[in-house]
């Protein structure tokens, strides 16, 4: 498995903006496509945002598609998420994971998880 370290949560008022990085470790980070996803109290965990292995495709739920990207640099091992026009309901830990099977956009085929790093949007 690889090791995932957030970073780059906080706390950022309506309509701001926020960049998350995710760092891999391990040789073989860059091999794989990565997602981001998000858990706020009391909710279930959700899909964010995911990016192939080469950053050639990009995968996005629907209340982040225009106001969240996701990207990486395989050279830094670093998965981003910047993160704009954020609203109060944005409020969650956010994770990142290496995707290895499957559909992108199930928790359940990812196999390695960050500790999550906490955003908070105030209103």
């Known amino acids: 498995q690889v090791q995932l370290v957030e970073s780059g949560g906080g706390l950022v008022q309506a309509g701001g903006s926020l960049r998350l990085s995710c760092a891999a470790s391990g040789r073989t980070a860059s091999s794989y496509a990565m997602g981001w996803f998000r858990q706020a109290p009391g909710k279930e965990r959700e899909f964010v945002a995911a990016?192939?292995?080469?950053?050639?495709?990009?995968y996005y739920a629907d209340f982040a598609k225009g106001r969240f990207t996701i990207s990486r640099d395989n050279a830094k091992n670093t998965v981003y998420l910047q993160m704009n026009s954020l609203k109060p309901e944005d409020t969650a830990v956010y994770h990142c994971?290496?995707?290895?099977?499957?559909?992108?956009?199930?928790?359940?085929?990812?196999?390695?998880w960050g500790q999550g790093t906490q955003v908070t949007v105030s209103s």
């Open positions: 990016i192939s292995w080469n950053g050639g495709r990009t």
């Open positions: 994971a290496r995707h290895y099977r499957d559909s992108i956009l199930a928790s359940a085929n990812y196999d390695s």
